[in-house]
């Protein structure tokens, strides 16, 4: 009669299931100080649904944190555990295991619940996202090389790098870009979404903390990108208020301010203005030196540079008021946009300055 040979019994080496009992305990207690620990203690928590993102982050860290633990910790053991003895030759054949059908289908069930579970998870609270109450106030933005363009209902002009908005408001903002793939990222907010031209995303969230924070191009835009931040201000129902109306206001005058002095310019501010103002869009070379726009260094006897964007004669007056007021259209088939002097952040007295300037380069 056949003799049948018993399967010699797998050695997983000296202290193994001390070993996985230690590991155990080391991810047990690592995940709950990662599950009973705010993520707000790190980033606060400036609105909703931010709360939620942080849980689907902390169910990663857990998952992840575990899975960590088991392959280092299985890792450094086997290397003890399994090392060549000292005295044996190098070509020494180490421990063979083959054919653990019980260890193939645990490392493979066990992975595919986890990732199954991910999924759920996420498209919960993804599904929230999309069915949280907004269009209480429903705003546009906008990604520019290298700014961002915030349009308000009832605001004629709009604000450049600033976007406020009131404090336990819903709010419903639309992002896309004019030129090329930005990104809009609020990490309070923990929102983020791509900005394509031609695509527009939608964004919901409810801001429940009063402060200032960061707004963030999160794609590589071109040269300046690491520049790309704008500011957030959640602001009191009353200030909000204030603001707005303020905003109102300068856009009903056409900018506001008075008449820009252009006699009373002087070049060289004018230079260090350019500088920090214009040079991320502009050069001082020929009109085809092209940036974002084109060049400016020789406005007045430039064949090429006929007219300004908004078709009006190249005068010193023109320019004066081309950047007072400032200009969005169609320029050879693209999208120009030129920042109103509110939006750009400059006074009357820097408008003449930057007009002197730009006169002096043509002489």
Not at 66 to 78: N, S
Not at 196 to 221: A, D, H, M, S
Not at 233 to 247: L, M, P, R, T, V
Request: aromatic share 12%; net charge neutral; proline share 6%.
């Amino acid at each position: 009669m056949a003799q049948l040979v018993k399967k010699p019994k797998t050695n997983l080496g000296p202290g193994f299931w001390p070993v996985t009992i230690f590991l155990a305990v080391l991810a047990i207690v690592s995940d709950y100080y990662v599950y009973v620990t705010p993520l707000s203690r790190f980033l606060p928590e400036a609105a909703v649904p931010a709360d939620q993102i942080d849980a689907l982050f902390k169910f990663l860290t857990i998952v992840g944190n575990a899975i960590f633990i088991y392959v280092v910790g299985y890792v450094v053991y086997f290397c003890i555990a399994f090392r060549r003895p000292k005295n044996a030759p190098a070509n020494t054949i180490g421990v063979q295991i083959h054919d653990q059908p019980q260890l193939e289908f645990w490392w493979t069930l066990v992975p595919t619940l986890l990732v199954v579970a991910l999924a759920i998870f996420s498209v919960v609270i993804w599904k929230g996202l999309q069915q949280t109450q907004g269009d209480v106030l429903t705003m546009e933005a906008i990604g520019h090389q290298f700014y961002f363009e915030f349009r308000y209902p009832k605001l004629k002009a709009s604000v450049r790098d600033e976007m406020h908005i009131p404090v336990n408001t819903p709010i419903t903002l639309h992002v896309t870009a004019a030129d090329v793939l930005h990104g809009f990222w609020v990490p309070e907010v923990r929102v983020k979404a791509d900005m394509v031209p031609g695509l527009v995303n939608t964004l919901r969230f409810t801001p429940t903390t009063i402060g200032q924070y960061r707004i963030i191009c999160t794609e590589y835009c071109g040269s300046s990108h690491g520049k790309m931040i704008a500011k957030l201000y959640i602001d009191s129902q009353q200030d909000f208020g204030k603001w707005f109306a303020k905003e109102a206001n300068i856009a009903a005058s056409g900018g506001g301010g008075a008449a820009v002095a252009l006699t009373t310019g002087q070049k060289d501010k004018g230079q260090a203005l350019f500088g920090q103002k214009c040079s991320t869009c502009h050069s001082v070379g020929p009109y085809n030196q092209i940036i974002v726009g084109p060049g400016l260094g020789h406005l007045f006897n430039d064949a090429e540079h006929k007219q300004l964007v908004d078709g009006k004669d190249v005068t010193p007056e023109n320019i004066a008021y081309i950047l007072h007021n400032g200009y969005q259209g169609q320029l050879n088939g693209h999208v120009a946009v030129m920042p109103s002097a509110q939006a750009n952040a400059i006074s009357n007295e820097d408008i003449a300055n930057l007009t002197a300037y730009l006169v002096s380069l043509s002489k």
